[in-house]
């Protein structure tokens, strides 16, 4: 009897184990848009891992042009910009939500005291970094106990820092105890150290890029030693190498377009794979996603491929938790496709495509 009983358990165990594996390949998917077309706000999909399907599409949260999100570290809030110029007076909003059983639960919406915020990040000490594009400034939010938006914000204007270009700040990532930002209209990724509870330009203030190269988002790599740049209107991405100093200096810059293209040309979004082998960018007008093997020792990069989006000018793309899927959010012809990545060569298949209108931002919540 007892053997039975043993039996029986390791039998239940093995089961429980087996559908709580299958349960860990499906994860919610929430996509920002814009609104100025059929799109309502922020959108909630289900993934599927072992398929590369999307599915239950739901509205989690009717907001105005919610075109970046960023999902907290623990799981319990996202926060999504209001990419507008009338939110208040002085510009556009960012949102606060808790996340409760995968729904959404209003906190708190602020002013970012810039027009266009497009992109919002988060530090591991509670604050929250929004650029505003048309503002040409930070806006940085402390956070409280709940993850809500504190009242009191540190702005970071860039208009004051040049008089010749247009400032327009594009991305911030908080990063070895200071602030970095990409400037598109000012060619530069600005660099801030925090100094008595504020940020105040760091030794290397600047790093200047060429004109007209627009470096718009960014990734770091390699214990943050090396930062790969994308530039929107140039078609580049500048490779930067960290020095005994701790400065940045450019040592490669590649094309993301074919040599025979001759369209639109703006790129976007900029990733690498978890295991740090292989960089993917995003490329309006030729609607493509580049695709580059990163040097292990170098950190430089070597052209894989580009593969065709299946769709209309792409903007933010994600690789799902597995790693084994990149989907693209295509703006202009109203859909995100999805595609098997080859983790081993690093290049991608077309698997499937999901209607949504006008998406600008995919973050998965793993």
Request: aromatic share 10%; proline share 3%.
């Amino acid at each position: 009897m007892r053997f039975l009983y043993l039996i029986l358990s390791v039998l239940v165990c093995t089961l429980g184990c087996s559908e709580k594996k299958e349960m860990a390949k499906t994860y919610s998917l929430f996509v920002g848009t814009y609104t100025d077309g059929a799109s309502e706000g922020i959108y909630k999909f289900t993934f599927d891992a072992a398929t590369g399907n999307l599915t239950d599409k739901a509205l989690a949260a009717a907001l105005p042009n919610p075109s970046f999100l960023k999902i907290s570290k623990d799981k319990n809030n996202i926060y999504a910009v209001q990419e507008t110029a009338d939110f208040d007076s002085l510009g556009g909003g960012v949102t606060a939500f808790k996340l409760k059983d995968g729904l959404l639960e209003l906190q708190n919406s602020m002013g970012t005291a810039g027009a266009h915020p497009c992109h919002v990040s988060l530090s591991d000490n509670g604050q929250l970094a929004v650029s505003n594009y048309t503002g040409g400034n930070l806006a940085i939010f402390s956070l409280g106990a709940d993850g809500e938006l504190g009242t009191n914000r540190q702005i970071l204007d860039h208009k004051v820092l040049d008089t010749t270009k247009t400032a327009h700040a594009h991305m911030a990532q908080f990063r070895r105890g200071g602030l970095f930002t990409s400037d598109l209209g000012l060619d530069a990724i600005k660099r801030y150290q925090l100094q008595g509870g504020e940020y105040v330009p760091a030794p290397q203030a600047s790093i200047d890029q060429p004109n007209g190269s627009g470096p718009r988002h960014f990734v770091f790599g390699k214990e943050d030693k090396m930062l790969y740049v994308i530039n929107e209107l140039n078609a580049t991405i500048t490779v930067l190498e960290r020095d005994y100093r701790g400065e940045y200096h450019d040592i490669q810059t590649v094309e993301t377009l074919a040599s025979d293209y001759e369209g639109e040309r703006a790129c976007a979004d900029i990733h690498l794979s978890e295991d740090g082998r292989f960089l993917y960018g995003s490329n309006r007008g030729e609607n493509t996603i580049v695709i580059f093997t990163v040097d292990r020792n170098t950190g430089e990069l070597m052209l894989v491929g580009r593969e065709g989006v299946r769709g209309n000018w792409p903007r933010n793309f994600s690789m799902d938790p597995s790693g084994n899927f990149l989907l693209v959010a295509n703006q202009r012809s109203d859909n995100i496709t999805v595609f098997k990545r080859d983790v081993e060569q690093g290049t991608l298949e077309f698997l499937n495509e999901i209607a949504l209108p006008s998406p600008v931002c995919l973050e998965f919540l793993n």
